[in-house]
């Protein structure tokens, strides 16, 4: 037992005869230096350190200085402290940097056929063509991302006639769906606004565009090809166009080694009729693409829920939309992440 502050003094009081003992225990009560040396090479070890462990066990975290001076958060038994999984470290403030950039340790991980994160950790909403509620619009300026994506077993199509037949027409894969928004409101009756990048994106509407203009223009030419009245002069224009049309027909037929062909027949029947066929094909992958586009992808909107303009009172909910799997044994989830940018 430590003897006391106060007992000491008593001992060594005016008056008193201190003993052998309290001798010792004065002694015992002091800090020898070389004791108060160790205690400061422990210090400075400790301050030097590049790693803190925090737990025990399967629950222990380390906090690591790496050799290029960066910190490192994770998980003892990470060999790299890679940086946790969604939902393990929640930070009860704001940060701030310069940028912000997922390491990329192994560029051959997105050759891979399943993803790396934790999805099992983000919250979710079933992905089932319709659309889910997730914010309600904020009362005042915010700014915040939001990811969504499926997470089912990537298919591998086999190379079959069958599969190069539904390549043809333009019916979709099986495919999993991704998108990314940034969202911004700022209260006050006013509608917010999402920026949003989402396979297929807006190029696909332009392929479309460019498809029918081809179309038609095939189209105009079996026209003009197969019309009776324009291949028996009633237009000299045309008709002297048909013929030299022809005779380049015969000239190219010629230099194949095809002249069994005959150059009016190829002209005004065969080709027309191959080029009917392509426009037909276009307009029907077109079709499709338009028919399926939107189903099969992930999709992000403000939702108007109530109020009116004119009240300056009307409200949203941003909501978000899986493709509409079919029911099996498989993820039929959609994943999603929202993060803080301003709030």
């Given at each position: ?30 800090l020898h230096l070389d004791e108060f040396n ?306």
């Open positions: 037992m430590t003897t006391t502050r106060r007992d000491l003094i008593e001992n060594f009081s005016n008056g008193k005869l201190p003993t052998g003992d309290n001798f010792a225990e004065m002694i015992n009560s002091l160790a205690h400061v090479e422990e210090f400075e070890k400790f301050k030097n350190r590049t790693a803190i462990d925090v737990g025990q066990g399967d629950a222990a975290w380390r906090i690591a200085l790496t050799e290029t001076s960066q910190l490192r958060l994770g998980r003892i038994g990470d060999a790299a402290t890679a940086a946790a999984t969604p939902g393990d470290l929640d930070l009860g403030g704001w940060t701030g940097m310069t940028g912000r950039i997922g390491t990329c340790r192994d560029p051959a991980s997105f050759a891979g056929h399943t993803t790396q994160l934790n999805v099992k950790a983000l919250p979710a909403v079933p992905s089932n063509g319709q659309w889910h509620d997730v914010i309600d619009m904020p009362e005042h300026p915010c700014v915040f991302e939001i990811t969504l994506a499926t997470a089912r077993p990537v298919y591998v199509y086999p190379q079959t006639p069958m599969q190069i037949l539904r390549r043809l027409v333009g019916l979709p894969a099986r495919q999993n769906a991704v998108a990314h928004g940034v969202a911004t409101a700022v209260g006050d009756g006013c509608k917010p606004t999402v920026s949003t990048s989402a396979p297929p994106g807006g190029t696909s509407r332009w392929r479309d565009l460019g498809g029918m203009i081809l179309a038609a223009l095939l189209l105009a030419f079996v026209t003009v090809t197969l019309l009776p009245g324009l291949q028996s002069g009633g237009n000299a224009t045309l008709a002297a166009l048909l013929v030299q049309l022809q005779d380049l027909t015969g000239s190219t037929l010629s230099a194949l080694g095809l002249d069994e062909i005959e150059p009016s027949t190829f002209l005004h029947e065969t080709l027309p009729l191959g080029l009917l066929a392509i426009a037909g094909l276009v307009v029907l992958r077109i079709a499709i693409g338009a028919l399926y586009r939107d189903s099969r992808a992930a999709r992000i909107r403000w939702k108007k829920t109530s109020g009116r303009w004119i009240w300056g009172n009307r409200r949203w909910t941003l909501q978000i939309r899986g493709p509409a799997f079919r029911k099996s044994s498989e993820d039929g989830n959609l994943y999603y992440a929202i993060t803080k940018l301003w709030n």
